[in-house]
């Protein structure tokens, strides 16, 4: 079946589900539901949360079918309403892991050695990893800072490792204007890692 096929497929389905025809809901779900599976997947790399987000997607879809004036394609629709649920799912899945970390942290006495274990000159080390954190913390702030279409391009290409064309399925956006943003996202972020290190240099 060629696309332009498919999609007035598409489109008469999805009059007559805006008309109330479950039936071809069902079918437009049935018709995306493996493409909205598979970017969930290599957004979340993560069999349950991609399925949870399969489910959750459709669901957002058939809440606002009747909203949906067919302005892009249905495929392209469902796409940009999974991405955004993976989106989601990620930034929940970082501040869960944050916090699982500081739960399960190490003890530090008020003298900032650790509780209950022998103390070992580890200075050298500890300024290291005391600088990668400090280094994460950086980027992680310089990344929430870029614009809303910058992170996510940053995001699903440098995080997810999605390709130009996929990224262009999510946000409906042409190649080149990705390319563009992401390298723009991509500088913002060496200028916040020039501005760390220089800061380190100056003695800050």
């Not at 018709?31 to 599976?37: C, F, N």
């Not at 970390?101 to 005391?130: C, H, I, M, N």
């Not at 940053?154 to 399925?169: A, H, N, P, R, T």
């Not at 943003?181 to 020039?194: G, T, Y």
């Amino acid at each position: 079946m060629s696309d332009e096929v498919a999609r007035e497929e598409d489109r008469q389905l999805l009059a007559r589900a805006q008309d109330g025809e479950v039936a071809a809901f069902e079918a437009l779900v049935d018709a995306h539901r493996d493409k909205v599976y598979g970017l969930a997947l290599r957004m979340t790399r993560s069999d349950a949360d991609a399925a949870e987000i399969t489910q959750d997607t459709f669901l957002s879809a058939y809440q606002h079918l009747r909203d949906f004036r067919g302005d892009a394609a249905f495929g392209s629709w469902v796409h940009r309403i999974a991405a955004n649920h993976a989106l989601m799912r990620l930034r929940h899945r970082r501040v869960a892991q944050a916090a699982e970390q500081e739960l399960t942290g190490p003890e530090f006495t008020e003298r900032g050695t650790l509780a209950d274990y022998p103390v070992t000159d580890w200075s050298r080390d500890a300024e290291e990893k005391a600088l990668d954190a400090e280094l994460g913390t950086a980027i992680q702030q310089a990344t929430d800072l870029l614009p809303q279409g910058y992170r996510e391009v940053f995001l699903l290409k440098d995080v997810d490792g999605l390709s130009y064309e996929q990224i262009s399925e999510v946000t409906g956006d042409s190649i080149p204007a990705i390319k563009s943003r992401l390298h723009r996202a991509r500088l913002a972020l060496r200028e916040a890692i020039d501005d760390f290190y220089n800061r380190d240099s100056r003695g800050m």
